[in-house]
C-alpha cells in the first residue's frame, strides 16, 4: 500500500493492477487510504484509462457509487471514459454496458451525451435502448449508419421520416431525400428538392431520379435552365448548358439530354452563341 501510495508509481497496465488486488484484501482504513491515493492518480491529465477501468471494477464489486462519482469529479474527460468502456467491453460487457449507462446519466453537455449514445449504440446494438439512441442520434447528428441500423430492426418507415423531420441538422435534408428515393417515395423526394432547387443540386440527383421521375426531371432543367438564360447571354452560359447536357448524357439519360437540346434550340434562338454550340 505504501508503495501504490508513491505519487510516481504508475499504474500497471494489466487486468489485474496493484490496486485492485490491494482493494479486495484491505480493511476498512486501508481503502480508505487506496481511494485518496488512485483518485490523485485519476486527476492527472493523461490519457491512461487503466484507473478509471479499476475504479469502475471496484466500484461495481463493492456498490461503492460515491468512488465512481467521485472519480467522475476529478476527471469528467469522456474521451478517457469511454476509453475505459472499451477497455472493459473486450473482457467484461456488463460492466461496460452499465458504465455506458452510467455515464449517460451524469453527462450533461449534449453532445458527449451524444458521443456516448453512439458508443452504446455500437457496443451493444442489440439493447432495445440501442434503438431508441439510433433514433435520437439520427435527429441530432444524421448519419445513414443509423438509418440503416433502424431499418434492419424494422423500424417503421414513418417513425423514421418524422425523426428526420424533426432535425434541425442541415445534413437531415439530404438523407430524406435519399431515404424516400432508396424507398422508391418519389413524389416526397421531388417536393423537397423543389424547394431551394439549384443546377448542381439538380444535376447530383439527376441519375438517382432517371428514369423513375423523367417528367419532373425535365421540368425541373427547363425551369433552371430558363431563369438562368434570361439573365446570362454570350459564350459562358453556352459553355454551362452544354456541359450539364454532356453531363446528362455520362449518366445514360440520354432522352431527356436530347430533348432538352430540342427545346433550347427552338425556345433560346435569339443566343446564337449557345445555339451554334448545340449544333
Not at 169 to 177: A, D, G, Q, V
Request: proline fraction near 4%; charge should be neutral; include cysteine.
Amino acid at each position: 500500500i505504501v508503495q501504490f501510495n508513491e505519487p510516481s508509481y504508475p499504474f500497471i497496465h494489466s487486468p489485474n493492477n496493484l490496486f485492485e488486488i490491494l482493494y479486495s484484501k484491505s480493511d476498512h482504513e486501508q481503502r480508505i487510504a487506496l481511494k485518496e491515493s488512485i483518485l490523485k492518480k485519476v486527476g492527472r491529465k493523461d490519457h491512461n484509462p487503466i484507473p478509471l477501468v479499476a475504479i469502475t471494477r471496484q466500484s461495481m464489486r463493492f456498490e461503492d457509487e460515491r468512488l465512481l462519482i467521485a472519480a467522475f469529479e476529478l476527471n469528467n474527460d469522456t474521451s478517457r471514459w469511454l476509453a475505459a468502456v472499451d477497455v472493459l467491453h473486450a473482457t467484461q460487457r456488463e460492466m461496460a454496458h452499465t458504465l455506458c449507462q452510467w455515464l449517460m446519466r451524469r453527462t450533461k453537455d449534449e453532445f458527449w451525451k451524444n458521443k456516448i449514445m453512439d458508443r452504446f449504440w455500437s457496443l451493444f446494438p442489440d439493447d432495445p435502448n440501442s434503438t431508441v439512441h439510433a433514433l435520437h442520434l439520427l435527429a441530432t447528428q444524421p448519419e445513414e449508419k443509423y438509418l440503416r441500423f433502424l431499418r434492419e430492426k424494422d423500424v417503421s418507415m414513418e417513425i423514421i421520416v418524422d425523426a428526420l423531420k424533426d432535425s434541425k441538422h442541415p445534413r437531415s435534408k439530404n438523407l430524406l431525400i435519399d431515404f424516400y428515393i432508396n424507398n422508391h417515395w418519389y413524389e416526397e423526394a421531388t417536393e423537397m428538392l423543389n424547394e431551394g432547387l439549384t443546377l448542381e443540386i439538380l444535376k447530383s440527383y439527376t441519375q438517382k431520379l432517371w428514369p423513375h421521375q423523367a417528367t419532373w426531371l425535365d421540368e425541373a432543367y427547363k425551369k433552371i435552365f430558363n431563369s438562368y438564360l434570361e439573365q446570362h447571354m454570350g459564350p459562358a452560359p453556352a459553355i454551362k448548358i452544354q456541359n450539364t447536357l454532356a453531363y446528362l448524357h455520362m449518366v445514360k439519360a440520354h432522352t431527356l439530354a436530347e430533348n432538352l437540346q430540342k427545346w433550347i434550340k427552338k425556345t433560346f434562338q435569339d443566343h446564337t452563341s449557345l445555339t451554334e454550340r448545340l449544333g
